[in-house]
């Protein structure tokens, strides 16, 4: 398959025609081998327009929503970034594709290691990747000027908000298990301002500040 060519249609019709104009976020989508992040009996769906399992009940999230998550960070590449729900590993280069850190967080030891792998043999050197309860993040590396959480929330857990820096931004999905909206919240000197993206679906995010196992 023209994986390349692939990924270009994949940026051309669910990514830019829907919205998502960021140049270094649309150039981010078209470099990285989302194929290689998906198990190989779901390689030729990897550049569709939905969701693909990568084993033990997660999902490797819609292409449109991880350019739209990463859009709302309005990353900087000075920027040092937490991700909660390291999963495949795919959003995680994207990201290193646009910062300058990122701390990424997965419960699921079979998926650390395997995202480990496979982020490694790509050659990102701007990643720390650690297994763990990622509702608590990684208190000793904070502040973060950024934090995405890539699985859905009954509330926002207060230890994410705490290691966000001032002027940080965090995007999250916040509601019950089976929708959530899309928030992205941003720390000023004056508190905390919360804006409302839109519906969305994603697993539940499981841990001590998020739903019980």
């Known amino acids: 398959m023209d994986f390349e060519a692939l990924r270009e249609q994949m940026v051309a019709v669910q990514i830019r025609a829907r919205g998502v104009t960021a140049a ?12 290689l992040f998906v198990p190989e009996a779901y390689r030729d769906q990897a550049y569709e327009d939905h969701p693909a399992p990568i084993g033990e009940g997660q999902t490797i999230s819609q292409p449109y929503i991880v350019a ?3 859009q709302a960070l309005g ?4 920027d040092r970034v937490l991700e909660i729900g390291t999963g495949s590993g795919y959003q995680t280069a994207i990201l290193a594709e646009l ?6 967080v997965e419960r699921l030891p079979g998926l650390h290691a395997a995202a480990v792998r496979i982020l490694a043999g790509l050659g990102y050197e701007n990643v720390a990747a650690r297994c763990g309860d990622g509702t ?11 934090v995405l959480v890539t699985a859905g929330a009954p509330v926002t857990p207060p230890a994410l908000l705490a290691q ?6 965090m995007v999250i999905p916040v509601g019950d ?23 969305c679906r994603f697993v539940p995010l499981l841990g001590e500040q998020g739903w019980k196992a």
């Open 136 to 146: 608590l993040g990684w208190p000793e590396e904070a502040p973060f000027d950024a």
């Open 99 to 104: 910062c300058s850190k990122v701390y990424t």
């Open 24 to 35: 270094r976020v649309l150039a981010a989508m078209r470099k990285v081998p989302r194929h």
């Open 177 to 199: 298990q089976h929708i959530q909206s899309l928030t992205r919240l941003v720390r000023t000197e004056r508190g905390v301002r919360s804006y409302d993206l839109g519906g």
């Open 68 to 70: 739209e998550m990463t």
């Open 75 to 78: 990353l900087a590449e000075t």
């Open 164 to 169: 966000l820096a001032l002027g940080g931004r």
